[in-house]
């Protein structure tokens, strides 16, 4: 029997998040979508007539309406490479050191070429030379949420892709810059250069209610604008690794493709972003998650205003509660989050919190399930104080805690805030912070805010933290730059990228 997986509907990054910590909704909306004249926003919602004889909604006005500010999404990450050179007269074929299973390989084959089964670039006779650009594309959705051109997508949609073209229902085509991507939110935006776009209408989610209509519109394996429908099935659903969202999961049918689509209602309202399904085979089975478009929106501001998304941290690891522990620690209800561990110098222990107490609110609101916790964390801005209450001691408690912050070096920055990229390498780079350090289990490297040039088309990108460069650590500017310039037509730099560390060929050539 096949295991079940969570995948997203394009090409997936996974991004493993700690349950302690959460991100901040402090983010205001900039760009926000056009007014819908209240005419044409009428034609959305669902003729009386046409249900009353079927039983089924009419989507028919939302789609003729809304269909427009719908686009599909073509990202693609071009590099070139030379092929192994090698004897045995397999033309520079070689196997990779790595498991097609591994989720490097693809990663390794950019750089080391043909592939036995694959399709790779060509070599000479013994194998060498310089092979063609091999592109590694994804596809997807997004929808337009301003008329000067903001689109959403899905930030894995886009990951690591250096040409983002973005295609309307008109057939109409522009070359999309990517303003900002956020992976553990999965949420990334998208400026296209053009004026007056149909746009969106957005949505409150916390309206929406389980069992009600919900229509996706997006580009399953390519199919432009392929409207499907379901209904609410859950809402605030917890995910593995995806502490920080709480899903929309619904059965609307959501394929390759669909990822960064819009979900709407009945009204015609954007309430979430389409993002994966949990599948046997890799195809739609009757469960799909959206990203709620509230917590989208405020992740958009962020990357818009500042070009990084800030996230609260507490600085404990929870679980939930079952009605025998409930009843060791002499609570009526198993709800709550259960302390297991407190970072010994996070914000909780510093204000008192300890293994064995048990979450059951934040500033007067409840904490029902230990999932609760971390989203209610992001509600709150780092440096402002929290009063957390506990039970301990079969008694309640208010403990007040200043919220820290949790330092991101997955997000890629706003391209007006962006450094410029410099030498023969091409990356703009910071040292790490102590916080970033820790964070990352390094005790060294240097943080990527942005990456062109030789290091992009290596697959360099914003994010990443370079740690070596041929094999000798670097931990400064200055050192970096000695070891670049010292070094002859091509280097090996030691990145660490999603807690995984890989040395990756750049050609300075």
Do not use: C
């Amino acid at each position: 029997m096949n295991a079940k997986t969570l995948s997203r509907s394009a090409i997936a990054v996974a991004v493993a998040v700690a349950v302690s910590a959460g991100y901040v909704a402090g983010r205001h909306n900039v760009h926000t979508p056009e007014v819908i004249q209240q005419a044409q926003a009428a034609t959305a919602l669902m003729p009386a007539e046409a249900a009353a004889k079927t039983g089924i909604p009419d989507f028919s006005g939302l789609v003729q309406t809304y269909g427009p500010a719908v686009v599909n999404i073509s990202a693609k990450h071009v590099v070139k490479h030379t092929a192994l050179r090698g004897g045995g007269g397999n033309g520079g074929n070689q196997q990779l050191p790595i498991d097609p299973s591994d989720p490097f390989y693809q990663f390794y084959r950019h750089f080391f070429g043909n592939v036995p089964g694959m399709q790779g670039g060509q070599g000479g006779d013994d194998g060498g030379g310089e092979a063609p650009d091999t592109p590694s594309a994804s596809l997807g959705s997004g929808f337009i949420i301003s008329s000067d051109g903001y689109i959403l997508t899905n930030a894995h949609v886009v990951d690591g892709a250096n040409v983002v073209t973005v295609k309307l229902t008109d057939k109409r085509e522009y070359h999309a810059k990517v303003v900002g991507a956020d992976k553990q939110s999965d949420v990334a935006v998208l400026k296209i250069d053009a004026k007056d776009l149909p746009t969106v209408k957005i949505g409150d989610p916390r309206q929406s209610k389980v069992g009600q209509w919900v229509v996706a519109i997006g580009s399953p394996y390519g199919f432009d604008n392929t409207v499907t429908s379901g209904i609410i099935s859950a809402k605030s659903r917890s995910l593995p690794n995806e502490n920080y969202t709480p899903f929309i999961q619904t059965d609307v049918p959501v394929n390759p493709g669909n990822s960064g689509g819009p979900l709407f209602n009945l009204e015609g309202e954007v309430i979430g972003i389409n993002s994966m399904i949990y599948s046997q085979t890799g195809g739609f089975q009757g469960l799909s998650f959206a990203i709620p478009i509230n917590e989208a929106m405020k992740v958009k501001d962020d990357l818009v205003k500042t070009g990084h998304v800030s996230r609260g941290r507490l600085g404990v690891a929870v679980q939930g509660l079952n009605q025998t522990l409930a009843d060791s620690f002499g609570m009526k209800q198993p709800q709550g989050a259960l302390i297991s561990s407190v970072d010994k110098s996070g914000p909780a222990a510093k204000a008192g919190l300890e293994p064995g107490d048990v979450i059951t609110a934040v500033d007067g609101t409840p904490i029902t399930e230990s999932s609760d916790l971390p989203s209610m964390i992001a509600g709150l801005k780092p440096g402002t104080t929290a009063n957390v209450t506990v039970w301990r001691d079969k008694a309640s408690k208010d403990i007040k805690v200043t919220i820290g912050a949790l330092s991101d070096t997955k997000v890629a920055s706003n391209d007006e805030s962006k450094p410029q990229v410099q030498g023969r390498l091409g990356v703009a780079v910071r040292p790490l912070t102590p916080q970033e350090k820790d964070s990352a289990s390094v005790s060294h490297g240097l943080l990527v805010q942005q990456a062109g040039g030789a290091a992009a088309s290596a697959g360099i990108q914003a994010g990443d933290v370079i740690l070596a460069v041929n094999g000798r650590p670097v931990s400064s500017v200055d050192q970096l730059k000695q070891a670049v310039s010292q070094a002859g037509d091509s280097i090996a730099l030691l990145i660490e990228r999603d807690n995984a560390q890989i040395f990756v060929p750049v050609d300075l050539g």
